[in-house]
């Protein structure tokens, strides 16, 4: 008898030892508070990102409540440690991660509310303003501080640098011309810039939480896969203004987030993975395009994929069976699982002919080893062991090399390069010891090639990809990807699509 008292002085001792205790509701308040002004109302963004929990899903909430803290070094947020006390910050952090009270929508009048023309496209020339090849132009991602930077890619002098949207995430896309790059940030935000006028055309949100974006093959559209609103947005290349948004909702009705869209050149289309229901869908832009989608049946749910050269097979992640699958695009039908034992960043993969036959590469995100398929028979080749999980990977037709990060683990500071024909690790480099060392493009010739050491006293270094000499370091904020204007252009062999 005499615990039930003592249990409840336990529990009054707990509360009033905690007189700093901040529930959801008080959070919501400081939220409005503090961060509204800059993150939006409903958390849906502003000047500063979007903080619903799908927008927060790769940042851990230390890092968030370190972020309330101290803000964030090359941006507008600032600190709050003076200002907020420690009960609060973690209050704000646990708020931060519930879903919004109410459900968060973003209609077709949000999205032609974002739209901004920024310059009169037709009121610049049309030919590059600049004396750089335009079709060895870089555009590299400082994802540290949230710019671009557009370098010659024979002289690696920088032409233009300018603030970006926060987050960009996914390979930019060109228009065929290669005049024009398009970027997607992960809060929605959809931009186009002109490389040859250096300057930015038109910026539109398309959704709250965007996967990606593919151009056609004829620049004339965009299409955006988004999570948040699960949908497809179609918006015209010129300007991105809205032509339609495209509901994904399966056969039987479920909607489903996009997993990735990209464009399919010789066959005019659009391809898209979902992943909610098991779909894959083709949407045609030939002609006078009606944008309906061409149901494909996957055997699993999709996550991200790559194409074969031919673009007639697509080879998407899925998360069950082998962790892989390949759907004809022809016959509309799954062909077969494929071993992929580590959920690669399949987009990553890159493909090129080993003794008259195709292969296809992949890291694998969760599993120190690339994956080798051959394209004809679907049958795993080879595992290469590496000195930790990678992300991405590179060559080029002029390459005797397929160059690989080591993304994850203490080794991150390393990139292998694997010899394309024996399937060996035949260097293996560490351009700063102890730093993150991740994606590499060729130029357009494939003489060089620029690794990012992804860290804030990061750099961006050019290589001559047959000595394997260093020929240029230029510092930069964690550069995450850099692509190649002629290599993007061409869907060459060796890079991403
Ligand atoms: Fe990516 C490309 C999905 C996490 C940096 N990533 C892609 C693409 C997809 C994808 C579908 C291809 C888009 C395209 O090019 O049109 N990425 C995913 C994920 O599902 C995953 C694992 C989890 C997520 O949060 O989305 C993921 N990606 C990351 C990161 O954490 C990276 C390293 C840092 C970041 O910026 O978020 C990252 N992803 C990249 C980059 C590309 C990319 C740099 C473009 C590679 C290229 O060479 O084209």
Redesign the pocket.
């Known amino acids: 008898m005499r615990l039930i008292p003592f249990a409840l002085l336990m529990l009054c001792g707990a509360v009033q030892a905690a007189p700093e205790a901040v529930s959801l509701e008080q959070a919501g308040v400081l939220y409005e508070q503090h961060c509204q002004s800059c993150h939006g109302a409903n958390r849906l963004g502003g000047a500063g990102p979007a903080l619903l929990p799908e927008s927060l899903?790769?940042i851990k909430p230390d890092e968030a409540r370190a972020v309330i803290h101290n803000g964030r070094p090359a941006s507008q947020m600032a600190a709050f440690g003076d200002r907020l006390n420690p009960a609060q910050i973690d209050a704000l952090v646990s708020y931060l991660y519930q879903p919004a009270a109410t459900p968060p929508t973003w209609s077709d009048a949000d999205i032609r509310a974002s739209h901004r023309i920024l310059t009169d496209v037709d009121a610049l020339p049309s030919t590059p303003q600049h004396s750089a090849d335009p079709l060895n132009l870089f555009v590299v991602?400082e994802?540290g501080n949230h710019h671009v930077r557009v370098l010659d890619g024979d002289h690696f002098e920088e032409l233009a640098n300018f603030q970006s949207h926060f987050?960009?995430?996914?390979?930019p896309?060109f228009s065929p011309d290669g005049r024009f790059v398009y970027f997607a940030s992960?809060d929605g935000w959809i931009s186009v810039y002109d490389l040859h006028n250096l300057t930015m055309i038109a910026e539109v949100r398309a959704g709250l939480n965007t996967?990606?974006?593919?151009v056609s093959n004829d620049g004339r559209w965009v299409l955006v896969g988004n999570y948040l609103p699960g949908n497809l947005v179609l918006l015209d290349a010129r300007d991105l203004s809205l032509v339609k948004h495209i509901p994904t909702l399966g056969a039987d009705g479920t909607q489903s987030r996009v997993?990735?869209v990209?464009t399919a050149p010789p066959r005019d289309s659009f391809v898209v993975a979902l992943k909610d229901v098991k779909e894959a869908w083709e949407i045609s832009y030939a002609g006078e395009p009606d944008f309906q989608p061409r149901r494909i049946e996957a055997a699993d749910f999709l996550?991200?994929f790559s194409f074969t050269p031919d673009y007639r097979y697509l080879l998407a992640t899925s998360r069950k069976a082998l962790g892989g699958q390949v759907i004809d695009l022809d016959t509309g039908k799954a062909v077969t699982d494929i071993p992929l034992p580590g959920m690669p960043?399949l987009?990553?993969g890159i493909y090129w002919k080993r003794g008259g036959n195709w292969v296809f590469a992949t890291p694998n995100?969760s599993k120190g080893l690339i994956s080798v398929l051959d394209l004809q028979s679907w049958k795993l080749i080879k595992e290469i062991p590496t000195e930790g999980p990678g992300?991405?990977m590179?060559s080029h037709l002029n390459s005797p090399y397929a160059w690989t990060d080591v993304?994850f683990g203490p080794n991150n500071d390393a990139v292998h390069l694997i010899d394309k024909q024996t399937l060996e690790v035949a260097h293996t480099l560490r351009p700063m010891p102890g730093k993150n060392a991740?994606?590499v493009?060729f130029t357009n010739d494939g003489r060089y090639a620029l690794l990012s050491v992804w860290d804030t006293d990061g750099a961006l270094i050019v290589y001559d990809a047959k000595t394997l000499k260093e020929i240029k370091r230029i510092p930069m904020n964690k550069p995450?990807?850099k692509?190649n204007v002629g290599n993007k252009i061409e869907y060459a062999e060796g890079?991403?699509h």
């Open positions: 899903s790769r991602v994802a987050a960009l995430h996914g390979g896309k992960r996967r990606n974006l593919a997993s990735a990209y996550d991200d960043h987009g990553s995100v992300f991405f590179r993304f991740a994606h493009e995450s990807g692509y890079t991403s």
